[in-house]
């Protein structure tokens, strides 16, 4: 595209010996590839900017879009969409009987979907981390969720995205859930965000005034309840056992030199109109763009399809599907809409040329509380199938929280006209830990060499429909632990477990799945056998390819620049409050409406 037009496009071949890192050096840019055993030939494209340092991919080049955008911007404008607890299965353009997500559909259809997308991890906050830093949470130190009692958050030296772009000129906005800490230096806008309109953390965290649809006597209590937040206490009664739920706005950096509780507008939120409040803030962000040359980042992080599940009268009707499941098709449609309206703000604008849009979900489907093995959402094939065979792990959940694939494989979408290949879809194997090195890349600004990074840069694929072969991919569990590795279609894992027991049709309960450590690692062909049931007998080198490369992995981990944890709770001092007086710290701009 014309942005990239003032750069030198290079394709450096490179043949694979033993498992090992090449270098190479090329127009000042060094370019460092990961060569792993078997991978006999290697194309890597390079946009060459003098003295950057630039994360190569191993792959092939397929063909370069035809047609090139017309820009008004030096700089595209990026605009992340990202959903909540959504599963594989949930979106029409990966299962075409859904009928809830056209709009999603279509970006996928004229744009670029990818089958086999990744979230960095498999629970809220580490996931929301790895896609802001491209870090591991053994990196940055975010390896389980914050909470209202959080004193703390992700530590301040981690650089997010809306750092390194507003290092790059861009002006940045943050609507929707934040997960990663809400007192000064961890709130967002002290975090390279230039605004924010959103909750701290999930909807579920806390009390609110209303009750939501999923959490109503009418909802069938005997196939399982979705997690469901209490109804706040009187103002004058004994304070509870956390806050209402609060949301955020505000408007400038580090709180506009407030306490960061004085920009709260409203607490408890009403989820009845939030997904609302989320669309028309960025509808509204995007027309004011309409007319400057100066490029924004915006990252929209949506409540759905996370418990409990709540909509707008509007969309009461918008599923077709039976009793229940109909208010998770709702959910759905309503947030599906959004996406919709976001697109839709970009073509009037005449900006939409100019803006490559990505979505994807924090993780897979959450469990139906006691009936566990069943999910809200749905994973597709992806179900973990050995985790309850009686010769496996004998029992329990494979989705959220879990590195079964369930748990972190989910929907992954480019859309950029004109620059991303219309109705392409890509096998590579990517991941949200891609969005920083990735999005540095087509922006032309350097990464900061002071640490590593476990994303790979996209923009071949994105530009070119490049093939990256073999990528290495590591999955967490909720410790940080490097339980699962994939290299091409082969996954490994060094350990298994399954959440909560499932319980049968008879009530019967299960005990929670057995956690089992595996040494040489066990391993299923994913291509053959999507639902991880049957276990592939790898030959020795593979095993030991896994092995190296996890060991490699910790060792750099080990060795270079990673942050604290630091997940100090305190008492009502430390939640976000924005009435002390009130048992629940209520405070309502507009009335909360059910």
């Known amino acids: ?104 559909d279509r970006l996928a259809k004229d744009g670029m979907r990818f089958t086999d997308f990744h979230a960095a991890a498999s629970v809220c906050t580490p996931s929301r981390a790895g896609l802001l830093t491209g870090r591991l949470g053994a990196r940055t130190g975010v390896t389980t969720n914050y909470g209202p009692g959080s004193k ?93 739920i609060p949301l955020y706005d505000a408007n400038g950096t580090n709180c506009s030199g407030m306490p960061c509780s004085q920009t709260i507008f409203q607490q408890p939120f009403d989820p009845f109109d939030l997904n609302t409040r989320y669309t028309d803030r960025a509808v509204g962000l995007i027309h004011s763009y309409a007319a400057k040359s100066t490029p924004f980042f915006l990252y929209v992080a949506y409540a759905h399809t996370h418990t409990p599940l709540a909509y707008s009268v509007r969309f009461a009707n918008a599923s077709t599907r039976p009793g229940r499941l109909s208010i998770f098709g709702n959910t759905l449609a309503e947030v599906d809409a959004s996406v919709g309206a976001i697109r839709q703000a970009l073509e009037m604008t005449n900006q939409a040329k100019d803006t490559l849009i990505l979505v994807a979900a924090d993780n897979g489907p959450a469990d139906l509380g006691s009936v566990a093995c069943e999910a809200i959402g749905s994973p597709g094939p992806f179900v973990g199938g050995w985790q309850r065979r009686s010769d496996g792990g004998q029992s329990g959940a494979t989705l959220k929280t879990t590195v079964w694939e369930g748990g972190h494989r989910g929907i992954g979408v480019a859309f950029w006209p004109e620059v991303v290949p219309a109705g392409s879809t890509s096998h590579t194997v990517a991941s949200t830990l891609d969005y920083m090195t990735t999005l540095s890349s087509l922006a032309g600004i350097d990464l900061r060499s002071d640490r590593s990074y476990d994303g ?13 072969d073999n990528r290495l991919l590591f999955h967490p569990d909720g410790s940080g632990n490097l339980a699962a590795v994939r290299i091409g279609k082969h996954k490994g894992f060094f350990q298994t477990h399954g959440t909560k027991g499932c319980r049968h049709a008879n009530g019967t309960q299960e005990p929670a799945g057995k956690t089992e450590k595996h040494d040489p690692p066990l391993v299923f062909d994913l291509e053959a056998d999507p639902s991880e049931t049957v276990p592939y007998a790898a030959p020795a080198t593979l095993l030991q390819q896994m092995t190296q490369a996890a060991a490699a992995r910790l060792h750099d981990i080990q060795t270079t620049f990673r942050s604290p944890a630091n997940y100090s709770s305190g008492g009502p001092e430390s939640w976000p409050c924005c009435n002390a007086a009130s048992a629940c710290c209520r405070c309502h701009h507009n009335p909360p409406t059910d």
């Open 152 to 244: 703390a958050g992700m530590a301040p030296g981690e650089l997010t995205l809306a750092d390194m772009l507003k290092s790059g000129g861009y002006d940045t906005h943050m609507i929707g859930k934040w997960h990663l800490g809400h007192h000064a230096l961890y709130h967002p806008t002290y975090r390279g965000f230039d605004s924010w309109l959103g909750l701290p953390y999930s909807g579920d965290m806390g009390c609110l005034d209303t009750t939501p649809q999923s959490c109503k006597p009418s909802y069938d209590r005997a196939h399982g309840q979705p997690a469901c937040p209490a109804l706040c206490v009187a103002d004058n009664a004994t304070k509870g056992a956390s806050p209402g």
């Open 456 to 468: 790979v840069d996209l923009s071949p694929v994105l530009l070119h429909n490049a093939h990256i």
């Open 1 to 104: 595209p014309p942005r990239l037009a003032n750069k030198r496009l290079k394709f450096l071949v490179f043949r694979a010996g033993p498992a090992k890192m090449k270098c190479a050096r090329a127009g000042g840019a060094r370019v460092g590839l990961h060569v792993l055993a078997g991978l006999s030939l290697a194309i890597v494209a390079v946009a060459l900017t003098p003295g950057a340092s630039i994360l190569s991919q191993h792959g092939h080049q397929q063909h370069q879009p035809s047609n090139k955008p017309t820009t008004t911007k030096p700089k595209p404008n990026f605009v992340i969409l990202f959903l909540d607890d959504a599963g594989w299965g949930d979106f029409g353009a990966n299962v075409p009987n859904v009928k809830e997500t056209p709009n999603i």
